[in-house]
């Protein structure tokens, strides 16, 4: 199982603000790390089980190049909910910026919305409860 992704993040502040007072993740971690000069930040979205992220703050010019763009303009990550409806209106509400509004697609629902860095997230509400393979694997 998948548990933890890093994102390349400018600042832990906005990026911790953005990921739970925004998208409504929970913080799981914030542990310092002086010697390095960095924070252990996990964050996770709502529900059972899922990878979690890890908001890493860039802290080298290749790695401030790379917020933002982690997957060159690809959709990035695959945020799964169970109320579609609920979670885009309160997203629009808080300012999530949509760049491809909702579909129905054979199976399921999705939109395509930017983070806080520009990467591209996909909101996926799937017919099914385990969710189609074949529509996760499509190329987006």
């Not at 990026?15 to 542990?31: P, Q, R, V």
């Not at 999705?110 to 806080?116: C, N, P, Q």
Request: charged share 20%.
């Amino acid at each position: 199982m998948l548990a933890l992704v890093s994102l390349v993040v400018r600042e832990y502040a906005e990026a911790i603000e953005f990921f739970t007072g925004t998208l409504g993740f929970a913080l799981i971690e914030d542990t310092p790390l002086p010697e390095q000069g960095k924070r252990w930040v996990v964050v996770a979205p709502p529900g059972p089980g899922g990878a979690r992220l890890l908001l890493a703050r860039a802290s080298t010019p290749e790695q401030l190049a790379c917020i933002g763009r982690q997957t060159a303009g690809r959709v990035f990550l695959f945020l799964h909910t169970d109320d579609f409806e609920h979670d885009y209106h309160a997203y629009r509400a808080r300012g999530v910026s949509f760049v491809r509004g909702p579909t129905k697609e054979p199976w399921g629902t999705v939109a395509v919305f930017r983070d806080l860095y520009g990467n591209l997230w996909d909101l996926v509400q799937h017919k099914s409860p385990s969710g189609n393979r074949a529509a996760q694997a499509q190329d987006r």
